[in-house]
Each structure stands twice: as C-alpha cells, then as structure tokens.
C-alpha cells in the first residue's frame, strides 16, 4: 500500500474512533437525562463519521486501487486533497465547539476545495479494463 494511502486510512481510522466516542457520549447522556447542552455536539459527531471517517477511508482506499501511472504532481495534489479536507475538519470542528459560524462555513468550502484535488489525483487514472487509452470498441465509431 503506498504510504500516502496508509496515511489517509490511518486518519479516518482516528475520525472513526473519535466520532464512535462522541456518539457513545451523546447515547450516555440521553440514556441518563443529563448534560442536555451535550447534543449541541451532534453535528460534530455526524461530521466526524461522514465526513472524516466514510470520505476519508473513500480517498485513501480509491488512490491505493487504481493504477499509478502519469507524473508524481498526482501525489502532489493527494497530498492536497488530503491537506483541504483535514483543515476543513479542524475548522468545522473549532467553529462547532466556539459556536462560531463563520469558522464552519471556511472549513465547508476547504472541506469542498478538496474535492477537486481529489478529482485530479485520481480521475486521470479511471479508464475502462482493456482500453490501454483507447475508448472500448462498443462506444467507438464506424
């Protein structure tokens, strides 16, 4: 496995970890009847799940699995992909816990920036079985 895919499953095996926590906190608290100000913390939690867990696992597993061919700059924007939606997390995770708005919206659009870099990374690597660059004969002309 290349060592950026590790790093990026091995992150969202972190979101994982922190977002079953916070869930289990959240049931805890329900189960209890006490700390009610505890599910302001909701929508961290479904972040943290569906956004550095699920879409993470995605973007490190989907670089590892489809064949590397073409420039190291691929890796580059990886990284970037990488670098955005973790920035994101960080800022909708800061502005969740401050109650600040603003900083939710900044880590939404970094959280977005890094779907394009992702697109770039590994978009140029999906063709179909067989083609070698060429379109299937089914789908060319004449």
């Known amino acids: 496995m290349h060592p950026l895919s590790r790093l990026i499953c091995r992150t969202a095996v972190v979101y994982l970890a922190a977002g079953a926590v916070l869930g289990g906190c959240l049931l805890t608290a329900k189960a209890l009847a006490t700390f009610p100000s505890l599910w302001r913390l909701r929508p961290l939690h479904v972040e943290w799940l569906a956004v550095g867990w699920m879409t993470q696992l995605a973007m490190g597993v989907a670089f590892w699995i489809f064949p590397r061919r073409g420039s190291a700059s ?22 969740t816990l401050a109650s600040w708005n603003a900083l939710v919206t900044a880590g939404r659009l970094a959280e ?6 992702f697109v770039s990374a590994v978009g140029p690597r999906v063709r179909a079985i067989g083609t070698h660059g060429k379109a299937p004969k089914s789908l060319r002309k004449g």
């Not at 691929?74 to 502005?95: H, I, K, Q």
């Open 74 to 95: 691929r890796e580059g924007r990886m990284r970037a992909a990488f670098v955005l939606l973790n920035v994101g997390l960080a800022l909708v995770t800061l502005g």
């Open 112 to 117: 977005m920036s890094a779907a394009p870099a």
